[in-house]
């Protein structure tokens, strides 16, 4: 219930940016083949979820720099506005194939895998 009484939501950029990379390794780490039929620019994902992580912990720093700045209503705004928006980025608002209730692009159960943390779970 922190999330209604905290000034500063409870969350963290830098989780996010850590699974994307995650997310990332392991798309990389996959056949060849595999990879090349899905017609990615694998660099272009490298580069930016490079930077998504160096973005993720500048804001994180800033954050902590902040913390105590709870009452200055415009930085606890600041940071909260970043943080929505940030989440709002990984919101599919039709849901994922074949499981429309769920819409988190990152944070989704696998379809194919129902007792287990899922990759990617768009992935089927």
């Known amino acids: 219930f922190s999330l209604a009484t905290e000034p500063v939501l409870p969350m963290?950029?830098?989780n996010y940016a850590r699974k994307v990379n995650e997310l990332v390794v392991d798309l990389l780490s996959r056949n060849y083949d595999e990879i090349r039929n899905l017609t990615l620019d694998v660099v272009g994902i490298t580069v930016n979820s490079a930077k998504l992580l160096e973005a993720a912990e500048k804001f994180e720093m800033f954050v902590g720099q902040n913390?105590?700045?709870t009452t200055n209503v415009i930085i606890t705004r600041q940071i909260n506005d970043i943080m929505m928006m940030m989440e709002r980025q990984f919101i599919y608002e039709f849901g994922l194939p074949d499981r429309p209730s769920f819409r988190h692009l990152l944070f989704a159960?696998?379809?194919t895998k129902y007792l287990c943390r899922i990759s990617i779970p768009?992935?089927?």
Request: hydrophobic letters at 15%; glycine letters at 0%.
């Open 12 to 14: 963290s950029a830098l």
């Open 67 to 69: 913390s105590h700045e």
């Open 109 to 111: 159960p696998s379809s």
């Open 122 to 124: 768009r992935d089927n």
